[in-house]
């Protein structure tokens, strides 16, 4: 199971840490937070005690409406279920109870400024792709007018050289030879680079060029939803290219079935505007419209007519 520590979510948000700073490495390992609420009236039965727990305006002057007796009792009871941390935001000082049980318990109490909605969003939006699945393959991505792609192919094969053209003609570039793949959700895939090789791109007899030093800043993005798989293999001169329809193929990743197509190169073949037309007709097959059907509808109204 991937974690984080609460260390690294400190640095990340640049938070203040206000106690259990001897206790920074304990780890993170659920993507969503939680708002105690309930909790706070002593219904425990679904308390996600491994999610960070954060603590608004709300929660914060509800406990001050409370005797001291009781809101030591509310804290205590919730802060004996070791969460990972607790977060305090808005920048409210009048805590000092909270900062007296998490040093007694060893529980990193942070704070940030930001408001509460805008800091949770930032946060979810954070762990979710921190602690997603992930693996790498050996690949290129791109993202081209929008659409999410990987390049496969042999070594040599000119994934690169591809990925360079798209790039001229306005799409942006993701990465190079290693494409770590991120499952957000049952069907989404996220492909980003290992940060290594951010910007780099691996061109055969010229060595690597930064993307954003030569092309600018538009040229190249972190990361993208992969939604389209090609496979750029040699020419077979006996195989079927020119089906009317293709058959469906898929690859699967990390439990995800992605379209899969395989373009097979030959000299004075077009393969980045081929890849532009996959990524046009992955789009209009979304919208619902499929240029097989639509022919195959116009010869029978001929047949019929």
Not at 51 to 61: A, D, H, P
Not at 194 to 200: A, C, G, L
Not at 272 to 301: H, P, V
Request: proline residues 4%.
């Amino acid at each position: 199971m991937k974690s984080i520590t609460v260390h690294s979510l400190t640095e990340k948000f640049s938070l203040e840490v206000l106690a259990g700073a001897n206790r920074m490495d304990r780890v993170i390992t659920r993507p969503q937070t939680h708002r105690p609420g309930l909790e706070f009236v002593g219904y425990f039965d679904f308390f996600p005690m491994e999610r960070v727990q954060v603590l608004g305006r709300k929660e914060i002057t509800y406990l001050l409406t409370l005797s001291i007796e009781d809101r030591q009792l509310h804290i205590g009871n919730i802060v004996k279920y070791h969460p990972p941390c607790f977060i305090v935001t808005s920048g409210q000082q009048e805590i000092p109870y909270l900062t007296m049980f998490c040093d007694q318990e060893g529980i990193p109490l942070l704070r940030t400024t930001e408001k509460t909605t805008d800091f949770i969003a930032k946060l979810d939006s954070y762990l979710v792709k921190a602690l997603a699945p992930e693996m790498s393959i050996h690949a290129v991505c791109v993202n081209v007018a929008g659409i999410g792609i990987l390049l496969r192919g042999r070594s040599g094969i000119g994934k690169s050289e591809t990925a360079h053209t798209l790039i001229r003609k306005g799409h942006r570039f993701v990465a190079d030879d290693i494409v770590v793949l991120k499952k957000l959700g049952p069907t989404t895939l996220l492909g980003t680079h290992n940060e290594t090789s951010r910007e780099f791109l691996a061109l055969r007899s010229l060595g690597l060029i930064n993307v954003v030093r030569q092309y600018g800043r538009t040229a190249f993005q972190d990361e993208t939803r992969i939604v389209l798989d090609i496979e750029l293999s040699p020419w077979q001169e006996n195989s079927l290219n020119n089906e009317l329809e293709v058959v469906p193929q898929f690859t699967e990743y990390l439990g995800i079935q992605i379209p899969h197509i395989e373009v097979q190169l030959q000299p004075g073949r077009d393969v980045a505007s081929l890849i532009e037309a996959a990524a046009n007709s992955w789009y209009l097959k979304q919208l619902g419209y499929s240029a097989a059907e639509d022919f195959m509808q116009r010869i029978e109204n001929k047949m019929q007519s």
